[in-house]
């Protein structure tokens, strides 16, 4: 049966349109508001100091935290089987980075944005802003 409720939204903040791996962009994007500019430039800067990718956990999570986000583990109750839609319908409010591996999407009160359709991605994390 096809739910009433479309929890994904195509999101792509890229101003040339482009898919270059820049999940982590696109994501903080669609949850702070930022601009892929902002928001890249701030990484770039961010990696330098920290003296590591910007693509990197430790980095784009620490300008999460400037934005007021935390990290929560996801309960291990069905690691294999708990996906980012699923995520989704048990958190229809709120503010989240989820963190599938080697991947971020921004969720915004029980919606994904992403320039795909990343729901089937199983997160082992999320940044909430509390």
């Known amino acids: 049966m096809q739910d009433l409720f479309q929890a994904w939204h195509p999101f792509n903040p890229n101003p040339r349109g482009l898919l270059v791996c820049d999940c982590t962009v696109r994501s903080i994007c669609a949850v702070t508001g930022l601009d892929w500019n902002t928001v890249h430039d701030t990484l770039c800067s961010l990696s330098g100091t920290m003296a590591d990718m910007p693509s990197s956990d430790r980095v784009w999570h620490e300008l999460l935290k400037w934005c007021g986000f935390?990290?929560?583990?996801?309960?291990?109750?069905?690691?294999?089987c708990y996906t980012v839609r699923d995520f989704c319908a048990d958190h229809p409010t709120g503010i989240y980075v989820l963190g599938p591996p080697a991947h971020a999407v921004g969720v915004l009160r029980g919606e994904y944005w992403d320039a795909w359709d990343s729901g089937s991605t199983i997160p082992t994390y999320f940044l909430t802003r509390e």
């Not at 935390?70 to 294999?80: G, I, V, W």
């Open 70 to 80: 935390h990290r929560r583990e996801l309960p291990d109750r069905c690691p294999e």
